[in-house]
């Protein structure tokens, strides 16, 4: 009988065919658990020479059953091994690459351009509290100039900056971060802050997160014509011509005082707004680009610098917006659709 076992555990084939076998001699009727169960009927002399002669038998099978279920698993590993091996001189299919986002390199060219000029990055967090918003950039509580940004408040009371509590928002615009950069590092200064902004507003010029870059220099004696200076030097550089003409309105910002608006001249070029040119020529215009400013005493004195020392001009401009004029982009939700093609139409490589 064992050497009958012995013989078909040694052609099982498979597993499967090896676990029959184990049940057949070892299994609840197997046929060594039968000689086991007659050890009850023997007498103590029988049971002395039977018992270790059938212990023997069942450890012969079931080492047998281990030593083959080892050598199929082995074959099995093997096999699929073999089955599996990877050519690795085979070429593989070029994977998808990204590329930088068109917002992104405008404000690494605007990091550049002015670092060239001498200016700094500053940053200031996304979340802010409505002091740095609004009220130490003058614009106190129930002040009117609020309504302007539709804010994203949040709901509950948030911690206290400068004496009282105060509200979170999603800032509004940069120039918190004027407040940020003075305090922390006094004057003289001259910084820019590229970063996300956020309004509740939304159409095809309009998203609820868009872009802004902030400008920021305090030094003893500054006046217009340095924020002149500045503004068509970087604009020159950014737009690459030398023909870039700014125009200074009188306008209205509750942290600069005087506040010019910004326009840039254009021309008609085949039916196309091009910047650069006098905007009052004939077939010329003029683009309103960013609002600007000489910083007001009062913020000067929120940021804990002395107003009658210390003269500046600030400036915010729409980062999207430059992206769109200077790679002829029409519609600005695109900006954040996240899709390949759109890219690579503008030369982007998704
Ligand atoms: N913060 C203003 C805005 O969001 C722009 C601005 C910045 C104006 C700095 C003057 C000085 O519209």
């Not at 930088?100 to 001498?118: C, K, R, T």
């Not at 740095?132 to 709901?155: G, K, Q, V, W």
């Not at 009282?164 to 004057?187: C, D, E, F, K, N």
Request: aromatic share 8%; hydrophobic share 45%; glycine share 10%.
């Amino acid at each position: 009988r064992l050497s009958e076992a012995l013989a078909a555990i040694d052609v099982a084939q498979t597993i499967d065919a090896l676990e029959a076998q184990r049940v057949a001699a070892l299994g609840k009727s197997g046929w060594v658990s039968a000689l086991l169960k007659t050890l009850g009927g023997m007498t103590p002399e029988e049971r002395q020479v039977e018992g270790p002669r059938i212990q023997g038998l069942r450890a012969a099978v079931s080492d047998a059953i281990d030593a083959k279920k080892a050598a199929l698993e082995a074959a099995a590993l093997d096999a699929q091994l073999a089955r599996e091996v990877i050519d690795l001189t085979l070429p593989a299919p070029a994977a998808p690459k990204g590329s930088i986002h068109p917002v992104s390199q405008v404000m690494d060219e605007l990091a550049e351009i002015f670092a060239d000029m001498g200016f700094s990055v500053a940053s200031g967090p996304e979340i802010e509290d409505d002091w740095h918003n609004f009220t130490s950039l003058n614009m106190p509580e129930s002040h009117p100039a609020r309504a302007m940004h539709d804010t994203f408040y949040f709901p509950d009371e948030g911690p206290e900056v400068a004496g009282a509590p105060t509200r979170m928002v999603l800032r509004t615009h940069t120039s918190p971060v004027q407040i940020r950069a003075m305090t922390q590092q006094g004057a003289p200064l001259r910084v820019i802050a590229p970063g996300r902004v956020y309004r509740s507003d939304s159409d095809a010029t309009h998203t609820p997160m868009f872009h802004q870059v902030e400008g920021l220099v305090i030094d003893e004696g500054i006046h217009l014509g340095h924020l002149k200076w500045t503004l068509e030097t970087f604009l020159k550089a950014f737009f690459e011509r030398e023909d870039i003409v700014l125009r200074l309105r009188p306008s209205y910002f509750p942290f600069t005082e005087p506040s010019v608006e910004v326009d840039v001249g254009w021309q008609d070029v085949n039916g196309r707004r091009v910047l650069g040119g006098d905007g009052d020529a004939p077939g010329h215009g003029w683009m309103e680009l960013l609002g600007s400013g000489m910083v007001n005493r009062r913020v000067l004195e929120f940021a804990g610098l002395d107003p009658d020392k210390w003269q500046g001009f600030a400036f915010g401009v729409g980062v999207d917006r430059l992206a769109m004029l200077k790679y002829g982009m029409d519609d600005l939700r695109a900006f954040f659709d996240g899709d390949g093609r759109w890219l690579a139409h503008y030369g982007f490589d998704p």
